[in-house]
């Protein structure tokens, strides 16, 4: 079992940045490959970013290629996502989630963990 608690959601002006943690307990941090995802009222889940547990290179979505930088702190068992150049459409409930297996995959139904979801509002 892995448990998983995001923070450092929150209200931003456009153009402005944010930073989310997600902080890992139970198995080995460092056997699962991480991912953000993000869901806006009425919407489906959606992939944001990922992370494998040996590689330093996220995968994103085009949506926020070029803005997010995903990275993590095994020694910490810690997962963020740097967002910056915020818009008012990035706002929605980020999730953190957690899989077994190397592959960054982008569907929700790949991986097994989830946060409880932290909330991100963009304001025009």
């Known amino acids: 079992q892995v448990q998983l608690v995001e923070s450092g959601g929150g209200l931003v002006q456009a153009g402005g940045s944010l930073r989310l943690s997600c902080a890992a307990s139970?198995?080995?941090?460092?056997?699962?490959?991480m991912g953000w995802f993000r869901q806006a009222p009425g919407k489906e889940r959606d992939f944001v970013a990922a992370?494998?547990?040996?590689?330093?290179?996220?995968d994103y979505a085009d949506s926020v290629k070029g803005r997010f930088t995903i990275s993590r702190d095994n020694a910490k068992n810690t997962m963020y996502l740097q967002m910056n150049i915020l818009k008012p459409e990035d706002t929605a409930v980020y999730y953190c989630?957690?899989?077994?297996?190397?592959?960054?995959?982008?569907?929700?139904?790949?991986?097994?963990?989830w946060g409880q979801g932290t909330q991100v509002t963009v304001s025009s």
């Open positions: 989630a957690a899989r077994s297996g190397l592959a960054t995959l982008r569907m929700t139904s790949n991986y097994d963990y």
């Open positions: 139970g198995r080995t941090f460092n056997d699962y490959t």
């Open positions: 992370i494998s547990w040996r590689s330093t290179n996220g």
